[in-house]
């Protein structure tokens, strides 16, 4: 059985927030342990369709994926519940250490073309 913190390994994550009706919504994100606490953390704009449906509905399940999204068959499901916070100094070095150059070019690019605040999705076992 694959826990939450089993997912910190993966290098993407499909995370499905719900809307009110209930329908899930699929999105492939990072994810690396939570330096400030025992699940995980997703990184996301402010205002985005995830942190407006996870303010709706906490619940959430992850798969792991491929860069594009696609999840095997047989990918397991991990249930969890979303919060979200600041996006602190703490959290931006878990994910350079975790995915160094990568991370640096999506910031870079974020910076030039976003004036949206990053927020954190914390995430823990349901």
Same mark, same amino acid.
Request: net charge negative; no cysteine.
């Given at each position: #059985?694959?826990?939450?913190?089993?997912?910190?390994?993966?290098?993407? =994550?499909?995370l499905t927030t719900f809307r009110r009706s209930g329908e899930g919504v699929p999105t492939t994100v990072w994810v690396t342990a939570d330096p400030d606490g025992d699940g995980l953390v997703v #990184?996301?704009?402010?205002?985005?369709g995830k942190v407006k449906r996870v303010r709706g509905n906490p619940r959430v399940t992850l798969r792991p994926c491929g860069r594009l999204g696609k999840v095997d068959d047989d990918a397991p499901t991990v249930e969890a519940t979303a919060r979200v916070g600041a996006f602190t100094d703490r959290i931006e070095q878990a994910f350079k250490d975790a995915y160094g150059a990568e991370y640096h070019v999506i910031r870079g690019v974020e910076r030039l073309t976003s004036d949206k605040q990053r =927020?954190?999705?914390?995430?823990?076992?349901?």
């Open positions: #059985m694959t826990s939450l913190r089993d997912l910190a390994d993966e290098s993407f =994550v499909s #990184m996301t704009i402010d205002g985005s =927020v954190a999705l914390h995430l823990t076992a349901a």
